[in-house]
C-alpha cells in the first residue's frame, strides 16, 4: 500500500495508523493507547483514502493492499484543528491561548496545587499531557468555540486519586483499560450526547464498587482528569529510574520518578515482564512509605535506659561487643523475607561465622500468601543453600518464645518482632520505628528497596535488580553493608563490594531448585490474573503493616470489610 | 497601627459560620473572631492553623462585621493546608487565627486610584477599595482570571468602584489579557493614574508593576510570603526591597512595587516546594502517630 506516497508493506490485520506509525509517519492521536483494544473515539486520526468516501479513521481501519492513503493536507489539518478546538471548547483552555503564557511558564514552572483544574499551569499533567502535545503540533493559539466550563464536582471521596471529569475528553481509556486489561469494568460511559460522562454505575462511589484502585486508568488518562492524589504535584522530574517493587515476590517493574533527590511517585514501567501494570502498593504506596517520618533516622544504643542516636561506628562495636557475650546457641537471628539476596547472604555468612544456628524468618509461612514477603522465594532459597531445611527453620514466635524462657538471649532481626522484648541483647535493624524497639540495645537504620541497589529472585525463579532510585533517608545503610560490617569484626570473610556479594549468593542460589513459577510466564498477559490483592494478612513490609504508614490503604482495608 | 499586644486569645474558638466556593478553587470563608474584627484595618491578615497538625498560613482579611464578631477572608486551593480548609464545614472550629497582622495599606486622598485584583486579591483587595473610595478618591478595579466562570466578589467591587474591568486570559469578558494590559489601556486613553494598589500572586504583582512604572505611577504590592510567626521573629518572610531587608509580616504586606527584589522572592518562595509536594503523600495520615507506650 501507498502511505503519503511512499510504498509500505503491512502484515495482515495492521490497521493503517499502526502501518504509518511503523513506517515512521506521524498522525496525531488521542484516543489511543498502545496497551488498549482501538476505539475511534476522538476522530483526530482522520485519513483520506483513495476510493473511500469521507474521512476514515486511521487507528481502526484495516490496511489492505493497494490502499492509497493521504495522512496530511490542508483539509486535514483544519478538520483536526476543528476536532481539537471542539475538545478545547469544553477543557479549560486559558493556558493554551493566553498571551502572557511564555513568561507565566519561565516564573511558575512548577504547578499550583489546585483542587480543581482551570489551566494548564495548575494541572498535574501538564509535563506529560497527551492533549497538549496534540495541540503544539497543530499549533493552535485560540479556539473559536465559545468555551463552557462543565462545573462538576471534583471526585475526592475516594482513596489514592482525584477525579476532574472537567478535563475529560471521553477518550475512554480509562474505561478499556479497566475492562479490558483488568478485567473489572468498574467505569464506563454513562448517560449520552452532550451530558456523556464518565462514571461507575449507579454513580456509587470506587469504593463502593470494588475498584481495585490498581491506577492503571489513571496511567492512561491522557489528561488531568485522573491524578494521583498523593503524588501528583512534582511537576518535571530531575530522573527516573527503572527498577523493581519490593512488595511482594512478583516484583513488578516500577519507574521511580525522583525530584529533590526524593521518590515522588512509582508508575508502572512498561518495559518490565509485568507489562506496565501495578496493584495499589506499587502504584499509590511506596513514596509515602518511603519518604515516612515513621522511618528510623540515627543508629542508636541503649546507654541508661535509653536510646541514645550515635554514630555509625559506635553502634557497630556495640553489637559486635554485645554479640561476643553469648554463646552461639543463645543466639538467633531473625531474617525478614522482605530483604535482599544480599542481605540474607550477608546474615547467613554472619551466622556460620559466628556458630548461630537459630534462624528464623519472618514472617512465618504459615501466615502468608504465596507473594508475601517482597522476597520470599530468594530469601528461603538462599537458606536452603544454607543447608537449612524448612522444618528446621524456626519461626518469630518460637524465637520469641526461647527467648521469653530463657533459652536464647541475643536476638538480630532484620525486622519487627511481636513480644521479643524478653530478649537480653536485642538488635534491631529496620527501616521503621515499632514496638520492639522499646527493648532493642541498638537500632540500625536500614535503606529501603528503593534507596540502594540490590537484587530478589522473584517467584517465577528469576533474579531481578533493584536500582537506586532516591537519596538514603537520613542516617541509614544498606542491609548488607551492616551485616559486613559486623562479620568483618568477627573476622570474617571481608566483601568489599556489593558485586562481589551478589556474585557469591547468586552461586549460592543456583545450588537450590528454582521456584516454581506456576506456569504463568508463558501466557500471556498473566499478570491480571495474579494481581494481588489486598486481603488478610494485612500488607506489610518488614513487619510495618502498611495501613499504619498509608492511611488512604486503610481506608481501602476498612471499605472492603 | 494600634499599639495594643496582637491577640490571641485561645479560650475563644474560631468557628466558622459561612464557607462557600466563590469560584473554582476560590473559597469564601467567613470566621468568628470578635476581636479581630473589632481592631483590623484594610490591608491587614491573619494567621491560622486548620487543624492540630497544620501549618500556619497567613490570609489577606477581605472583610468584617464588627456586629457580628466576624472576618472573612478568600483562599485559594494551592497546597496541603488549604486543601484541608477547603474540606472544612460550616461550625467546624479552626486550632488559631492570629491577627490582625501587618501594617494597614496608606489610605489618603491621591486623586485616581487603580487597583488590581487576581486570584484571591479578587477577594482580598476590597477592603482597601472601599477605603479609597470613602477617602474621595475616584476608583478604578481591574481584575483578572484565566477566565470568566473565574471571578467572583463582582458585586463588592462594583459597589465601591466608579470603573470595574475585568480581564481574562481566553478573551471570555470584554477585555483578553490580564491587568498590565488593563493599565496600558487605561494610559492610552488618558486616564491619569495617580496611585496604584494590587493583590494576587507574585507574578501577576511583578509583571503589574512593570506597566505602571515608566509613569511612575506610585505603586503597593501585597507581597506574598511564606510566614511562620509573623511578628518579625523568624525571619521566613524576608524580603528585599530598595536593596534593604524587610519582613513582610510586620514591613509589609504592602511594599513599593517597583523597588521590591522579584528574583529573590521567587526564588524564596520555591525554597519548599519539595517538602509541600510530598506533604501530599501523607494527606490523609494526620491521625498517624505511634505510641511507643501501648
Ligand atoms: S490536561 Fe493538559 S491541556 Fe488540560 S489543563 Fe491539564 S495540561 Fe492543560
Ligand atoms: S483503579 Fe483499576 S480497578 Fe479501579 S477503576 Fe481504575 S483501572 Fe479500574
Ligand atoms: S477520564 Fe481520562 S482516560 Fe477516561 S475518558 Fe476521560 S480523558 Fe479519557
Ligand atoms: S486516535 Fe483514532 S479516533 Fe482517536
Ligand atoms: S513570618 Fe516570621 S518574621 Fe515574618
Known sequence: MKIDGKDVEFKEGQTVLEVATDAGIYIPTLCVHKDLPNFGACRLCLVKIEGMRGFPPACTTPAKDDMVVTTEDDELRSIRRNVVELLLSEHPNACIVCDDKKLCEQYRACPMKAGQITGCQLCPNKEICD??????????????????????????????????YNLCILCGRCVRVCKDIRGMGVIAFTKRGHETRINTSFGKTHLEIGCRFCGACVDVCPTGALSARGTKWHGKLDSEVQTVCGLCNINCGIVAGVKWGKLV???????????????????????????????IRYPQVRKDDWLIPVDWEEALGAVVEGLKKYEPREMAFIISQDVSNEAAFMMLQLAAKVGVEKIALAPSSGDQKAYDGGNAFGVSGLCQAAGYTPDELMTPEDVARMAGRGKIKAV?????????????????????????????????????????EASVTSFDGVTREMKHASEPYARSRPDWEITRDILKAFEGQDYASLGDVRAAADAELAKVAKPDAQGTTSELNWFPKHIRELGDPPSKYRGMDLTVLIDDLRVLKEGRK | MTDEPVCQDTSQAFRIVKMKAAAPNIYEMVIEAPIIARKVEPGQFVILIPDETGERVPFTISDWDTDNGTITIFFQETGVSTMKMACMKEGDVLVSVVGPLGKPAEIEKYGTVFLGGGCYGIGGIFPIARALKEAGNKVI????????YLLYNLENLGSVADELIMSTSDGSTEHKGKIHNIIQMLLDRGEKIDRAHFMGCNFMLMISSEATRPQKIPTRVALNALMVDGTGMCGCCRCTVEGKTKYACVDGPEFDGHQVDWDELFARGAHYLGDESIAYQFYGQRSCKMDMDD
Open chain 2, 141 to 148: 478595579i481591574s481584575i483578572e482570571a484565566r477566565s470568566k
Open chain 1, 265 to 295: 511517585e512509582t508508575t508502572p514501567d512498561h518495559d518490565s515482564y509485568t507489562n506496565g501494570q501495578l496493584c495499589v502498593l506499587g502504584r499509590f504506596c511506596i513514596s509515602g512509605m518511603v519518604n515516612h517520618p515513621l522511618r
Open chain 1, 131 to 164: 492533549l497538549r502535545e496534540v495541540v503544539e503540533y497543530l499549533g493552535i493559539d485560540k479556539v473559536d468555540f465559545e468555551f463552557e466550563y462543565r462545573d462538576v464536582e471534583v471526585e475526592r471521596c475516594d482513596p489514592f486519586f482525584d477525579r476532574d
Open chain 1, 412 to 452: 538480630y532481626t532484620t525486622q519487627d518482632v511481636v513480644n521479643i522484648d524478653d530478649a537480653e541483647f536485642l538488635v534491631i535493624q529496620d527501616v521503621y520505628n515499632s514496638h520492639s524497639l522499646k527493648s532493642a540495645a541498638a537500632v540500625l537504620p536500614v535503606q529501603s528497596f528503593m534507596e540502594s
